[in-house]
C-alpha cells in the first residue's frame, strides 16, 4: 500500500473565552509515500493547526473533536500520549516555522541532535555522535564535529533550519511536516533548504506536507496542493492542476497575489477582506464575502466538494454548472 | 569569567569603603556614648574622658575613620569596646552559626520552591498549583519571629520533637541537624515562596516556548521535557531570586538568631548596635557586605554555566 497518511473530516477545536470554537472544519486530505503535499492558505486559515493534530501537539486548550487521522494504517486520533510520542520524531517529524526560537538555546546542538536517536533508536551516547556526525554533514552543515559543540545562538539562521531538518531526519522518518521551514529565511537560504529537503525526500523515500503561505514555495516543491480558507479546504488538486487550471476563486487570489517578476508592476492584487474570526458564524459558503463571483446561492447553502478529475476538487458552486455539464455530455 | 571575578573584586573593595563609611559616620553621628555605656550611670564626666581617650574617641572623626581603615588594609579589624576581645576573633566564633543557618535556610527554601513552583506551573489551576499559590502567599505575609514562635510552641513544646534553640552542635551531627531544622524553616520559608512564585511564573512562560514543542515533536519524554528542556530555561531568572533572596536571608538571620537564640552575628551586631561597639558593628556590617557580594558574584558564574548566551568576556 502507498498511502501513508489519511486524514478524514477532521475538526479541531479550541476552548476560547468565548466557547468552543473550530479552527479546523472537517478537512480531509491524504499524503503518500514519496509524495509532496503543500497546503496553502492565508495566515490563521488553520494549516498549523491542521499538522499539530497529526502530530498531537495541539495548544494545550485545544481537541480533535471529530474525525480520524489514518498513519500507515493506524488510527492516532485514539491513541494515548505515550503511544504518540513514540511516533514522533521516529516515523512522523516536523520541522517548525521559527529556527531562532526552536532549538532550545541551553543545550549544544550535540545534545539535542542525539536525543532522538538515543531516545527511539536506543543509541549510545557515541553510537549517536557518529550518527550527528553523519546528520550534519547530510543537511550541507561545514565542520560537523566542531558544530556538535556550539550552542544554537552561534549559528545563522540557515544553519539553524539546517539542524532542525537533520534533527527531524535523524530516524528516518516516513513522513516529514514542514510547518513553513523557509518563511523566516531569506531568499537563498530558503531555496537551498527547500532544495535540501527535496533530495532527502527522495533519498529517503520520505512523504512531505509542507505548509506555506507562497505560491513560490509550491510551485517548487508540490506534487498534490491542497488550498485552505477559513478552516476548510476549498480545492485540492495535482500542481499542474492548481496552476494552469485554478478552479476556486480563492485559489485564484492566491495565485494573483504572487509577485509577478516579469512584470513588476502586475502584482499583488490581493484578495481584498479578510479571514473571519474563528467565532464568526457564516450561512453558506465561508468565502461569499470576499468572493467576486458570489451568488444568491452561495450565501444560502454550503458548496459541496466539486470532483473535477480523479485529482482535482473545488469546494465553489460555479463548478455546479460545468459538473452538470460535464454528467449529461457524458450520458448521452 | 576571570575578568568577572577581577571586576567584582574591585567593586567589592570600593563598596567596602563606601560602607565603612557610612556606617563609621552613622554610628557617630547617632545619638548614644560609647563611653557612657561603658563608664555606666555612675561614671563622672572625667571618667568618661578617660574612656574616651583611652578608645581614642576623642580624637576628630575623619582622623579615626582614616585610622581604622589603615588598620583594616592591615587584617585588623580593631578591639571590641566592651570586653577588649578582638573583632575578627568574634565574628570566626560567631559567624559558622549564622552561615550554617543561612544556608540551611537557603537549602530549604531551593528544595521547596524549586519544584513546588514546577509542578504548579505543569499543572496549572490543578489543587495542587492552587493550594501551593496560597501558601507562598501566605509564606510571604508571615513575619519570621511570628513562624518561629509557633515553630518552636508546635514542635519543640508541644510535640517535644527538636530542641528550643540554640546551635551548639555541628551540622553534621543528629543534634545539630535537629537544632537547626526550625531556625531553617523559620528563615527559608519566605524565601521558599519568593523562589516558588518565580519559578511557576517563569515555568509557564518556558513551557510555551517553541523549543519545547520542539522537544516533544522529538519524542523526548514528558518528564525529560519538563525537568530538562524547560527547567534549565526556567532556572535563568530563579538564580537572579536566589541571589537576591540570600541578601534578605542574611539580613533575617539576625530576627531568627534572636527567636532562638542562637550565637550568631546577627546577635553580636544586635548586641554591639545597643553597645554602640561600633568596631563591632562595623565589622559585622563589613562582612554582611562582603558575603552579599560573593553570592552574586557566584550567582553571575552560575548564570553562566547554565546560559550558554552570557558571556562576560
Ligand atoms: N491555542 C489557541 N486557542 C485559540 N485559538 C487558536 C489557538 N491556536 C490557534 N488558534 C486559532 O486557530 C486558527 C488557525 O491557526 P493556525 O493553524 O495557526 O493558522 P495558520 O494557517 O496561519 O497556520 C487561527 O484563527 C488562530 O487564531
Ligand atoms: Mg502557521
Same mark, same amino acid.
Given at each position: 500500500?502507498?498511502q ?8 479541531t ?13 472537517g478537512?480531509s ?15 490563521g ?10 502530530m498531537?501537539?495541539?495548544?494545550s486548550?485545544?481537541?480533535?473533536s471529530?474525525?480520524s ?6 488510527e492516532l ?9 513514540k ?14 526560537t526552536?532549538l532550545?538555546?541551553?543545550?549544544t546542538?550535540g ?8 531516545i ?10 557518529q550518527?550527528?556526525?553523519t546528520?550534519l554533514?547530510q543537511?550541507g ?14 549559528l545563522?539562521?540557515?544553519m539553524?533550519?539546517?539542524v532542525?531538518?537533520?534533527?527531524a ?7 516529514l ?7 523566516? $529565511?531569506?531568499?537563498t +537560504? !530558503?531555496?537551498q533548504?527547500l ?5 532527502l525526500?527522495? &533519498?529517503?523515500g =520520505? ?16 506534487d498534490?496542493?491542497?488550498v ?12 499542474t ?11 485564484r487570489?492566491?495565485?494573483a ?10 502584482s499583488?492584487e490581493a484578495?481584498?477582506?479578510?479571514l473571519?474570526? $474563528?467565532?464568526?458564524? +457564516? !450561512? ?5 464575502p ?5 451568488? &444568491?446561492k452561495? =450565501?444560502?447553502?454550503?458548496p459541496?466538494?466539486f ?16 459538473h452538470?455539464?460535464k454528467q449529461?455530455?457524458?450520458s448521452? | 569569567m576571570?575578568g ?31 563611653a ?19 578608645l581614642g574617641l ?5 582622623t ?15 578591639y571590641?569596646f ?9 565574628i570566626?566564633t ?12 537557603m537549602i ?9 513552583g514546577?509542578?504548579?506551573a505543569?499543572?496549572?489551576n ?8 496560597t ?14 514562635a ?7 513544646v ?14 553534621w551531627?543528629?543534634?545539630?541537624m535537629?537544632q ?6 523559620t ?8 523562589i ?34 524547560a527547567?534549565?530555561n ?10 537576591l533572596n540570600?541578601g534578605?536571608?542574611?539580613g533575617g ?23 554602640r ?8 556590617v ?10 552574586n558574584l557566584?550567582?553571575d ?12 568576556d
Amino acid at each position: 500500500m502507498n498511502q501513508l497518511l489519511e486524514v478524514n473530516d477532521l475538526v479541531t477545536s479550541f476552548r476560547t473565552a468565548e466557547g468552543k470554537l473550530s479552527a479546523v472544519r472537517g478537512v480531509s486530505f491524504s499524503v503518500d509515500k514519496g509524495e509532496t503535499l503543500c497546503i496553502v492558505g492565508e495566515s490563521g486559515c488553520g494549516k498549523s493547526i491542521t499538522t499539530l493534530s497529526v502530530m498531537g501537539l495541539l495548544p494545550s486548550n485545544g481537541e480533535i473533536s471529530r474525525g480520524s487521522i489514518q498513519f500507515s494504517g493506524e488510527e492516532l486520533t485514539t491513541k494515548n500520549e505515550e503511544e504518540l510520542r513514540k511516533l514522533r520524531g521516529n516515523e512522523i517529524s516536523m520541522i517548525f516555522q521559527e529556527p531562532m526560537t526552536a532549538l532550545n538555546p541551553v543545550f549544544t546542538i550535540g545534545y539535542q541532535l542525539r536525543e532522538p536517536l538515543m531516545i527511539h533508536k536506543r543509541l549510545s551516547k557515541r553510537e549517536a555522535t557518529q550518527k550527528a556526525i553523519t546528520l550534519l554533514d547530510q543537511v550541507g552543515i561545514p565542520h560537523p564535529v566542531s558544530k556538535l559543540k556550539q550552542f544554537p545562538h552561534e549559528l545563522s539562521g540557515g544553519m539553524r533550519q539546517r539542524v532542525m531538518i537533520a534533527m527531524a531526519l535523524a530516524c528516518n522518518p516516513s513522513l516529514l511536516i514542514a510547518d513553513e521551514p523557509t518563511t523566516a $529565511l531569506d531568499v537563498t +537560504i !530558503q531555496a537551498q533548504i527547500l532544495d535540501l529537503i527535496d533530495d532527502l525526500k527522495a &533519498d529517503l523515500g =520520505m512523504g512531505v506536507v509542507m505548509v506555506t503561505h507562497d505560491m513560490g514555495v509550491v510551485a517548487e516543491v508540490a506534487d498534490r496542493v491542497m488550498v485552505m480558507y477559513a478552516g476548510e479546504v476549498v480545492e485540492v488538486g495535482t500542481v499542474t492542476e492548481i496552476f494552469e487550471a485554478p478552479k476556486h476563486p480563492y485559489t485564484r487570489g492566491l495565485l494573483a497575489s504572487v509577485p509577478n517578476i516579469d512584470d513588476p508592476d502586475h502584482s499583488m492584487e490581493a484578495i481584498p477582506g479578510s479571514l473571519p474570526n $474563528l467565532s464568526e458564524e +457564516i !450561512q453558506g459558503c465561508r468565502f461569499h464575502p470576499r468572493c467576486p463571483f458570489a451568488m &444568491d446561492k452561495c =450565501m444560502e447553502m454550503e458548496p459541496p466538494l466539486f470532483e473535477l478529475s480523479s485529482e482535482h476538487q473545488s469546494k465553489c458552486w460555479l463548478q455546479e454548472v460545468k459538473h452538470y455539464d460535464k454528467q449529461s455530455a457524458t450520458s448521452s | 569569567m576571570l575578568g568577572l571575578i577581577v571586576r567584582r573584586l574591585l567593586q567589592l573593595v570600593l563598596l567596602l569603603f563606601g560602607i565603612s563609611f557610612l556606617v563609621f559616620m552613622s554610628m557617630h553621628l547617632a545619638p548614644g556614648d560609647p563611653a557612657s555605656i561603658i563608664g555606666g550611670p555612675t561614671a563622672t564626666e572625667s571618667d568618661l574622658a578617660a574612656i574616651r581617650e583611652e578608645l581614642g574617641l576623642n580624637r576628630p572623626v575623619l582622623t579615626q575613620y582614616v585610622d581604622y581603615i589603615a588598620g583594616v588594609l592591615h587584617g585588623d579589624l580593631g578591639y571590641s569596646f566592651q570586653n577588649n576581645q578582638s573583632v575578627s576573633s568574634a565574628i570566626m566564633t560567631r559567624f559558622p552559626q549564622t552561615f550554617n543557618l543561612a544556608i540551611a535556610s537557603m537549602i530549604v527554601a531551593i528544595l521547596i520552591g524549586v519544584p513546588a513552583g514546577i509542578i504548579s506551573a505543569t499543572k496549572q489551576n490543578s489543587w495542587f498549583d492552587v493550594s501551593s499559590t496560597t501558601v507562598a502567599l501566605a509564606g510571604i505575609s508571615i513575619p519570621n519571629f511570628w513562624l518561629g514562635a509557633m515553630l518552636i510552641l508546635i514542635f519543640s513544646v508541644q510535640l517535644q520533637w527538636l530542641p528550643v534553640g540554640g546551635l551548639s552542635a555541628p551540622f553534621w551531627t543528629i543534634e545539630g541537624m535537629k537544632q537547626l531544622i526550625l531556625p531553617a524553616i523559620t528563615l527559608g520559608t519566605a524565601s521558599a515562596a519568593m523562589i516558588a512564585r518565580m519559578s511557576r511564573s517563569t515555568m509557564l512562560e518556558v513551557i510555551r516556548a517553541d523549543y519545547i514543542r520542539t522537544a516533544r515533536a522529538k519524542g523526548v519524554r514528558k518528564r525529560a521535557v519538563t525537568w530538562v528542556h524547560a527547567l534549565r530555561n526556567a532556572m535563568i531568572p530563579v538564580i537572579t531570586v536566589i541571589g537576591l533572596n540570600f541578601g534578605f536571608l542574611l539580613g533575617g538571620t539576625i530576627i531568627t538568631e534572636q527567636v532562638f537564640a542562637i550565637n550568631g552575628v546577627g546577635r553580636l551586631m544586635i548586641d554591639a548596635i545597643a553597645a554602640r561597639d561600633f568596631p563591632v558593628v562595623q565589622g559585622t556590617v563589613l562582612l554582611v557586605a562582603t558575603l552579599f557580594v560573593v553570592v552574586n558574584l557566584i550567582v553571575d558564574i552560575v548564570y553562566a554555566v547554565i546560559d550558554p548566551r552570557i558571556s562576560y568576556d
